[in-house]
């Protein structure tokens, strides 16, 4: 019995691996179509919270609009839900009218539901 414990767990975890390779990928060629045509520019530490018009969530990856620029922060994972319908990102600022690096984000619904939580990572710009 031991061993067929030991057996379903190595073939669970084997499937869960494969399974996470293929939605990274699948994550990675949405990112790819979001940004095709944009030129990449050096990453920034923060954003001024007006230049925001709207975002989104590819995987681990939440992406800002601004204008003709399309800001990219990798997160470690927790906001996803973020692309569901009737979510939105509620970004909590300490000391500051901008969004920086370190900041958390979480995702809600329109009743206040958190649906999830993340740390923002650096601001990455592609620009038309």
């Given amino acids: 019995m031991r061993h067929f414990v030991i057996a379903a767990t190595i073939l669970i975890a084997g499937c869960t691996a494969a399974d996470r390779a293929a939605i990274d990928a699948h994550d990675q060629q949405q ?3 979001a940004l095709a045509g944009r030129a990449v520019g050096p990453a920034l ?8 018009d709207a975002n989104d969530a590819i995987g681990n990856d939440l992406l800002f609009a601004a204008g003709r620029t399309t800001y990219v922060s990798h997160t470690g994972g927790g906001c996803g839900a973020l692309s569901g319908v009737g979510k939105f990102l509620v970004l909590e600022h300490y000391g500051g009218s901008e969004t ?12 206040g539901f958190t649906a999830g939580s993340c740390v923002l990572g650096p601001f990455v710009p592609y620009r038309r």
Avoid: E
């Fill in 31 to 33: 990112l790819a179509v």
């Fill in 45 to 52: 530490k923060c954003l001024p919270q007006t230049v925001i």
């Fill in 100 to 111: 920086c690096a370190g900041d958390i984000a979480k995702v809600a619904d329109s009743s």
